[in-house]
C-alpha cells in the first residue's frame, strides 16, 4: 500500500527557497512515477513537476522550469522538490502523487495530504 507523506512547506520570501520532500510508507515507491501537484488559492490543482520511476526522465509546467528541481530517492522512498526563486504566484498547496509518468492527475492512483507553501513579497 502507497502512504505518502508531504514535509518541507512553509512561509518564505520572494526569491527564497524551500525543499518539498514526500515519502512512501510502502513497499512499492520504485515501481511508481512521482509527481508533484499544486493548488492555489481559488483555483483547480496544476501540474508541477513528475519523475519517471528510475529518475531518468523529468518534466515540468513552464513556469518552474529553471528553478524547481525533482528528485527522487528510491532507497528511502522518497521523492523532493527543490524550489527557488520563489514567486508570489507560486503561493499553493502542494501535492505529491503516485503513479504513471504524466502530467495530468487523472494519471496518478494515490495521494499525499498536501503541504502549505506561502511566498510574501
Known amino acids: 500500500q502507497v502512504q505518502l507523506v508531504e514535509s518541507g512547506g512553509g512561509l518564505v520570501q520572494a526569491g527564497g527557497s524551500l525543499k518539498l520532500s514526500c515519502k512512501d510508507s510502502g513497499r512499492t515507491f520504485p515501481s511508481f512515477a512521482m509527481g508533484w501537484f499544486r493548488q492555489p488559492p481559488g483555483k483547480e490543482r496544476e501540474f508541477v513537476a513528475t519523475?519517471?520511476?528510475?529518475?531518468?526522465?523529468?518534466d515540468y509546467r513552464d513556469s518552474v522550469k529553471g528553478r524547481f528541481t525533482i528528485s527522487r530517492d528510491n532507497a528511502k522512498n522518497t521523492v523532493y522538490l527543490q524550489m527557488n526563486g520563489l514567486q508570489v504566484e507560486d503561493t499553493a498547496v502542494y501535492f505529491c502523487?503516485?503513479?504513471?509518468?504524466?502530467?495530468?492527475?487523472?494519471?496518478?492512483?494515490?495521494w499525499g495530504q498536501g503541504t502549505q507553501v506561502t511566498v510574501s513579497s
Open positions: 519523475i519517471k520511476p528510475n529518475g531518468g526522465n523529468t
Open positions: 502523487a503516485a503513479g504513471s509518468y504524466s502530467g495530468h492527475p487523472r494519471a496518478y492512483e494515490f
